[in-house]
Each structure stands twice: as C-alpha cells, then as structure tokens.
C-alpha cells in the first residue's frame, strides 16, 4: 500500500517536473576549443528563462573539445535530465559524436560547429540536427570575392593541419577555382606549433598576391608574424575563426590590414541603419557586455544566442501541439524549427527548409578588416 | 632552395633547438637523480611565459594562488610532523618560507601595480613566482614515493602533468599570449636577417649551459646532486639527504623551464597547453641522449629543432610526425648497443 503511495507522489513530481521545458547544453568550456565553448557558456546564461509562458531549465555541461565526453553528455541530458531539445557542440567532431544520440531519442539537436557536414547532405540523421554557424563555404565566397575585387591572380595558402585547415583549404580552393584564382603554395602548421619560418620561406618563394590563413584564434597570428617579420607585402586573408579580442591583443600591430568575413554581430554598430541584421545583431552584443563586460563579446558567444533565437520562435508554436517532456512535443518542436521564416538573429536571418539546416544567406556575413587594433567594416 | 633560405632555416632550428636543448638538460637531470620522467617539465615554460604576460598585463597572475596553496598544505603537512617529533626550533623558518613568503608576494602584488615596474624587474617576479613551484611539487607529489619504481613515478608525473594544465586554463583562460621583445635590434647575417631576440635565446642558453657545468663542476649542491645521480643509496651514506637532492634538482628544472618560457614568449605565443608540446620535443632530445648523458641530450635536442625546421620547409603537414619518427631509430640503436643495469633494489 505504501509503495503505491510512494510511486503516487513520485508520479505527481515527476508531472510537475516535465512541465518546464529542459534545455541541455554541452559546450567545450575546456580543452582547445575553449575560447569558442566559454563565451557560448556564458551566453547560455543570458538567454530567456521562460518560452512562451513556459520555464525553462538550461542544463549546462562541459565536454572538454572531446567528442566522445560530448558524446557522454548528450545521453545524459537525455536519459537524466529528459531534456527536450539539446544545443551543441562547439565543435564540428563533437557535434557529429552527439548527432547519433540525438536521432535515436528523436531529441532536435542545435550545433554551434563551423562544418557544413554538421547538417549535409540532409539525411535521416540531419533531420533532426540544426546549425547556427555560418558555413565554411559561405565565409569563403565572400573572401574569394574580394580577392578578384582586388585583382589578385596568384594566391597562397597556410592553415590547422588538422579538419580545420583541411575544411577550409577545400572550400577555398573549390571556390578559388571557379573564379580562376591560382593555388601557388598550400601550406600547414599545428596550432600549438612556436614557428612557421619554414612554411612562409616557401609560400614567400612562390611569389603569391595575396596569402590566406586558415587558422582559427590566436594561433592563427603566428604566420601573419612571421609574413611581416620576413617583409611580405600582398594581402593577408584570415577566417571567421579569428574574430575575438585575443586575436587583437596578441597579434598586436603584426595583424594590421588583415581582411577577413565575420558575421555582422562582430561589427554590429558599425553597419548601416538600414541594414537588417543591426537591431537584432545589438541586441545580443549590449546585453553580453552588460552582463560580462564592454569589448568583452565574441562571435562564438552570438552562435549560442542564435541557438536560443531560434527555440525562442519555434518553443510557442510546438507547444501548441504538445506538452513538454513528451515525444510528440520533441516532435512537433523540430518541425517548428524546420519551419522557421524571416528570423532575425545575431549572425544573420534565419530562413530554414527541409534541406537546409542552417538557413542563412548573403546577409550573414560582412567583410572587415583590422584597423588601429579593432574590427573595421568594408564598405 | 637558395643559400639564404637555408640559412634561415638553420637560424629557426638552432633558435627551437636551444630551448628544446635546456628541457633536455632539466628531463635528465630530474631522471638522473630522482628517476622521475618529468612530463610536467613543459608547464613550467608555459607558466614562466604566462606569469610575466599577466603581469604585463596588469593582471595578478594566477601563479600565486597556486603558490600560495601548495606552501599552506605543505606547512600543514611538515608542521603537523615536526610537532608530533617536538621539534619546535624548525616550524617557524617552515612556515615563513611556506607560508610567510607566498603571502608577502601576494600582498606585494597588490600593492605595487607590476606594470609600472621595468622589464627585468617583471621577469625577476615572474621567476619568484614560478621557481618555488618546483621544490613544492617534489614535496607532495614525489617525495612520499620517493622510493617506488620507474613506472608509478612516471604515473604521478603525468598526473601532475594534467593538474598543471587544468590550473593553466583556470589562471590564464584559455587564449594564448605574448610578450614585448626585450630588445627590438635586427641585423643581417650572410644576407638573412637575423632578429636580436633569436641571439638573445641562443647566447641566453648557451649561458645557462655553461653555468649548469660550473654549477655541477663546481659547487658543492651540484656535487652532491651528481654524486645522488651516480648512487642513490652511497650518496644518502655519504650525508646527502635524497629529499634535498630531489628539491634542488626540481628547483633548477622549474628554473630553466620558467627561464626559457620567458625567453620565448616574445617569438611566438604561448597557450596554457602549450608546454607540453615543448617539453616533448625537449623530451625527444634527452632520449637520445639515453637520460643520462648531458652533452649527447643537448645536441640532440639541437637536431630536433633542426629537423624540425627543414621538414616544415619540405613537408609541412607531416612535420611532427617527422620529429616523432625520429626517436625509432634512436630507440632502435639503443637498445642494440647499450648493456641493460637492472634498477637498484631497495
């Protein structure tokens, strides 16, 4: 009799318990990526405490940039914390680790990472994971654009001798090639390495006009130093992945003239008022250095933010048709966000189909370049 | 590939080679006379580099927490021994080195803001912070096991290995530094440009590597050093207290990896994690020398960032596992010529 009793109470907990919406994270907080995982950390922290009159609980853990610890986490978060709808990784081998789990539970999975691998080519798996990076390629573009603007015909590369390089050494030269761009010199290094002297001898050696590096962060100073250092005069390209204030304090007047894509959240005040991604874009910036202090935003942190963007337009309409804590609610909660038109966010407008996971276009990214020690809009 | 490539390449190697060459040293000398696989050895280069960089920033270095914790618990732990032995006259010189001197650093640290201070001045502090770290960890992590084998040392070198990367990314987050050079003179040599900073490096080594030699040769702490490396049990009979032995050496270890962080923190930048890839390589060197032999661990470890250098001209994408590859046919050539000495049993 008493055990029936106790299994009573428990259900009725358990009820009350499943009415707030669970929202799991895992960030990589440590390890290498951690100047990516610590700001979408702490952006976790400012997003809305209840949707569409709903509490909602963030379960935050940290994966140490290892995919199977991410891996480890998502179980978690789904089979403790019942979570609804899961946001990460930082990082593209994690996202891809947590995308199995995800699918099985038929939980919709939010990823931060860079890779468009994270949501192509769209397969059953892919139905159920979203992304709130920009494409690799769609930074590219915009780089290879600019270069032909400028009239650059030989170009050299040096990136990560890991996916990271290897990612964007593909899409750029994919893109590259396209345009009738030339691939002199292709070139890597390890992000922890102390010095590239060898490889800008021989990039330097090819006579580019123009040199991209595919690094990521501060590592990715090193061979602009080293390109200064032994007087090499062409344009320096670098990626999205360097758009943080470390990157400006450690690079320091070596990284001067630098160009590079960021999304528009990196230089929000500086686009023009007609621009449809400012308001939205400010929005996050003033309330990250409210909360963490001024210059203290980085363009990772928006990538969480969007995540939240996005659960914050789909959780009203899913909860419409189900109750949290159910498979029809996890359900309903993917097509919402599948269905997602003319959201603006950080990064960008959201526009989602069943084919396209991330959703956004042209406006999701402005050139910029570094100027007196701070990020510079192109016009 | 031209002359002048060639020669800068060589100057890269030699300016990598250098630091990689005074790991090697510490790595055997910490071998020689404690048995200890010092994996931990990188991280001091890493703290050296990043402590003066914190202060450079105005920031007070998280260093002296750590400081500051390891004296507290280990004049707690000797404290609590000498009062249970009754001797009284020891506690307090424990406790103000332990205790005493940490704090007064910090509060020093916050009294004087250190970037007002001049940059040898900053470097004098950022070696105060981070040598004593050495003798510190011997105290707790190694001198307890001072007498188990080979293996469970290494096991525990690893683990403070690990410790001090997790407290890295807790004291200096998790994105990398850089320091101002300490001189901003370039020449040419032979037609390549020469920065001053890299003959900084290499006379700064060369320098410490002569004082080593004189320090072993010719004092009496470094006699007693190379007598424990020789026989442990002989020089204990002799008078040579093995915990003091392991101290020093682990002070000198921690002072030339805070010493060649410093050094080359104005080249490159320098992460938390980054130690440990320097270490390694310094690792690499004092193989080849066997653990044993200085001279052979040194140009070793000169070779390494040769090799280094000329296979990311030619190779770029497989340039560690180049370096890597190195240590099989070393290991190979060792174990063909030398005579295995079983360890000495206690």
Redesign the interface.
Known sequence: MSKKLALAVLAAFSAAAFADINVGVSVSA?G?A??LG?PEKNTIALLPASIGGQKVNYIVLDDATDPTAAAKNIKKLISENKVDVVIGSSTTPNSLAMMDVAVDNETPMISMAGSAIVVEPMDAKRHWVFKTAQNDAHMATAIVQHMTDKGVQNVAFIGF?DAYGEGWYKEFAKIAEARKLKIVAS????R????????I??IM?AKPDAIMVGGA???A??PQKALK???YKGLIYQTHGVA?N?FL??G?KDVEGAFLPVGPMVIANQLPNDNPVKKSALEYVNKYEAAYGKGSVSSFGGHAWDAGVLLGSAIPVALKKAKPGSVEFRRALRDAIEGTKNLPAAHGIFNLTPNDHQGYDQRARVMATIENNAWKLVK | MDLQILLLLGQDGITNGAIYALLALALVLVFAVTRVIFIPQGEFVAYGALTLASLQAGKVPGTIWLLVGLGATIAVLDGFQLLREKRYAKLPPLLIFNVGLPLLAAAGLFAIPPTELPLWLQVVIAMLLVVPLGPMIYRLAFQPLANASVLVLLIVSVAVHVALIGLGLLFFGAEGSRTPPFTEISFELAGAPLQGQTVLVVVASAALIIGLYFFFERTIYGKALRATAMNRTGARLMGIPPALAGKLCLTLAAAIGAFSGILIAPITTIYYDSGFLIGLKGFVGAIIGGLASYPVAALGAILVGLLESYSSFYASAFKEVIVFTLIIPVLLWRSLTSKHVEEEEE
């Not at chain 1, 070139?187 to 390890?190: A, C």
């Not at chain 1, 922890?192 to 490889?199: I, R």
């Open positions: 440590t290498p951690a100047s610590i001798a070139e890597r290094y390890q922890n390495d102390t010095s590239v002297t060898g490889q001898l021989k050696a962060g501060t590592p100073v090193l250092e032994k007087g943080n470390d304090r450690v320091g």
